[in-house]
């Protein structure tokens, strides 16, 4: 896997939070429950190995 500089990842970074903000508040909070939703998946299958 390619690991980006932190230049390109600090970029990509503002990115997504200036992504986010223009969001309205219903769909940031459904964004919030579905990466919520990820990590408990994911907490999940790593406790169930």
């Given at each position: 896997?390619?690991v ?33 939703e ?6 999940l ?5």
């Amino acid at each position: 896997m390619n690991v980006p500089s932190d230049a390109t990842r600090e970029t990509l970074i503002a990115m997504l939070v200036d992504l986010y903000k223009r969001l309205s508040p219903e769909d940031q909070m459904a964004m919030m429950r579905e990466a919520r939703e990820r990590v408990r998946r994911r907490e999940l299958a790593a406790s169930s190995e």
